[in-house]
C-alpha cells in the first residue's frame, strides 16, 4: 500500500531523491532508498505500509501529526521521527501550519538492530536536543544523493550512522541528570567502573546508594541499556582484555584481579564476550 498527496512535492523547493545502490552498499553498508524535503504550501501526507525500509524524519517547521501502530502522536518544529515502514503508518501536515519536512528512507547494514535498539530507549517521535544537527545531516544526505559520485554510497552511510547516533543518544545526555533518582544512578554507573573488582551485589549496591533494588534494576537498564550485572561483567572483561595484552601474568592471577573468584568462570565469561579463550585473544594481539 502506497498513497500520496503529490502536491507538496511539485513545490519548487522541494526535492525527492529516489536511490538504487549498488551491491556493495546493499551487502556492506547502510544505503540510502529515499531522500528529499517538502516545504508544503498547503497540506500534505503520505501513507504506506509493508515497504522494507526504515524512515526518519525531521520536521523544520509547522506542525503536523503521525498515525503510526494505532497511536497518534502530534509532531511540531523540532520533532523526529523513527518508524519501520512495513507497520501501516499515516502522517499529515497541519492545514493550518503546513509543515517542512527533510526525511531519508534507508535500509541494510545493522538497521533492524539500530531500530530494535532505539525502541528500547526510546519511543518513535524524539526531540534531539541537537535538532540543528539533524537538519544538517539530512540536508547533507539530500545534497550527496543529488550530485551522485562514486563516494555518494559511502558517505551516505556514514551520514545515516551519524543520524542514528544522533536518534540513539536524544534522550540520554539530557535527561540523565534530570532527576535526583537519575543522578543516584549516574554515581552507581560510576561506582561500579571504580569498584568493578570488588565483591559487588546488587544488595549491596542498592545498600551503598539507599535506593530499592527494583528502582536500580528497572531504571539504571532504561538509562544505560544493559543490566547492573552485565555492566559489572563488561568492566571486568575490559580490564582482562587490558591485562591480557600489556601483562605477563597468567589467566589465573587476572581473573582475580579481575574480581573474579574462580578462574574458570572468568574464562567462560570472556570467552562468551570475545568468542575466544584467553590465551587466543593473548596471541592474537600479541602477534
Same mark, same amino acid.
Given at each position: 500500500?502506497?498513497?500520496?498527496?503529490?502536491? /507538496?512535492?511539485?513545490?519548487?523547493l /522541494?526535492k525527492?531523491?529516489?536511490?538504487?545502490?549498488? &551491491?556493495? $552498499?546493499?551487502?556492506?553498508?547502510?544505503?540510502?532508498?529515499?531522500?528529499?524535503?517538502?516545504?508544503? =504550501?498547503?497540506?500534505?501526507s503520505?501513507?504506506?505500509?509493508?515497504?522494507?525500509?526504515?524512515? !526518519?524524519?525531521?520536521? $523544520?517547521?509547522?506542525?503536523? #501529526?503521525?498515525n503510526?501502530?494505532?497511536?497518534?502522536? &502530534?509532531l511540531?518544529? =523540532? @520533532?523526529?521521527?523513527?518508524i519501520?515502514?512495513?507497520?501501516?503508518?499515516?502522517?499529515?501536515?497541519?492545514?493550518?501550519? &503546513?509543515?517542512?519536512?527533510?526525511w531519508?528512507?534507508?535500509?541494510g547494514? #545493522?538497521?533492524?538492530?539500530y531500530?530494535?535498539?532505539?525502541?528500547?530507549?526510546?519511543?518513535?517521535?524524539?526531540? &534531539? $536536543?541537537?535538532f540543528?544537527?539533524?537538519?544538517?545531516?539530512?540536508?547533507?544526505i539530500?545534497? !550527496?544523493?543529488?550530485?551522485r559520485d562514486?563516494?555518494?554510497?559511502?558517505? /551516505?552511510?556514514?551520514l545515516?550512522?551519524e543520524?542514528?547516533?544522533?536518534?540513539?543518544?536524544?534522550?540520554?545526555? @539530557?535527561?540523565? %541528570?534530570?532527576?535526583?533518582?537519575?543522578q543516584?544512578?549516574? /554515581?552507581?554507573?560510576?561506582?561500579?567502573? +571504580?569498584h568493578?573488582? @570488588?565483591?559487588?551485589s546488587?544488595?549491596?549496591?542498592?545498600?551503598?546508594f %539507599?535506593?530499592?533494588?527494583?528502582?536500580?534494576?528497572?531504571?539504571?537498564?532504561? !538509562? %544505560?541499556?544493559?543490566? !547492573?550485572?552485565?555492566?559489572?561483567?563488561?568492566?571486568?572483561?575490559?580490564?582482562?582484555?587490558?591485562?591480557?595484552?600489556?601483562?605477563?601474568? +597468567?589467566?589465573?592471577e587476572?581473573?582475580?584481579?579481575?574480581?573474579?573468584?574462580?578462574?574458570? %568462570?572468568? $574464562?567462560?565469561?570472556?570467552?562468551?564476550?570475545?568468542?575466544l #579463550?584467553?590465551?587466543?585473544?593473548?596471541?592474537?594481539?600479541?602477534?
Amino acid at each position: 500500500m502506497d498513497q500520496h498527496d503529490d502536491k /507538496s512535492f511539485r513545490d519548487d523547493l /522541494s526535492k525527492r531523491i529516489i536511490n538504487t545502490p549498488g &551491491p556493495a $552498499a546493499k551487502n556492506a553498508f547502510f544505503y540510502v532508498q529515499e531522500t528529499g524535503c517538502v516545504k508544503a =504550501g498547503g497540506a500534505s501526507s503520505a501513507q504506506r505500509q509493508d515497504l522494507d525500509s526504515f524512515l !526518519i524524519v525531521a520536521v $523544520a517547521d509547522g506542525s503536523g #501529526t503521525l498515525n503510526y501502530k494505532g497511536d497518534t502522536y &502530534p509532531l511540531s518544529k =523540532g @520533532d523526529c521521527f523513527f518508524i519501520d515502514c512495513r507497520e501501516a503508518h499515516f502522517y499529515k501536515s497541519s492545514d493550518k501550519e &503546513p509543515w517542512e519536512l527533510l526525511w531519508v528512507h534507508f535500509n541494510g547494514s #545493522t538497521s533492524q538492530q539500530y531500530y530494535d535498539f532505539f525502541l528500547s530507549q526510546s519511543k518513535n517521535v524524539f526531540h &534531539p $536536543a541537537f535538532f540543528d544537527k539533524a537538519v544538517s545531516i539530512l540536508s547533507e544526505i539530500i545534497s !550527496i544523493n543529488e550530485a551522485r559520485d562514486q563516494n555518494s554510497e559511502i558517505i /551516505s552511510s556514514m551520514l545515516i550512522v551519524e543520524l542514528l547516533t544522533l536518534a540513539l543518544t536524544s534522550n540520554n545526555y @539530557d535527561q540523565m %541528570y534530570d532527576s535526583a533518582l537519575k543522578q543516584k544512578l549516574a /554515581s552507581v554507573h560510576e561506582y561500579i567502573d +571504580s569498584h568493578f573488582s @570488588d565483591d559487588l551485589s546488587l544488595e549491596k549496591l542498592a545498600s551503598e546508594f %539507599y535506593i530499592s533494588k527494583f528502582y536500580l534494576t528497572r531504571e539504571y537498564k532504561k !538509562i %544505560y541499556g544493559m543490566t !547492573i550485572f552485565q555492566h559489572i561483567i563488561t568492566a571486568r572483561i575490559n580490564y582482562g582484555k587490558s591485562l591480557l595484552r600489556f601483562s605477563e601474568k +597468567s589467566v589465573e592471577e587476572i581473573a582475580h584481579l579481575c574480581g573474579f573468584n574462580d578462574q574458570s %568462570y572468568f $574464562a567462560r565469561q570472556f570467552k562468551k564476550s570475545e568468542n575466544l #579463550t584467553c590465551f587466543a585473544y593473548r596471541k592474537m594481539w600479541r602477534g
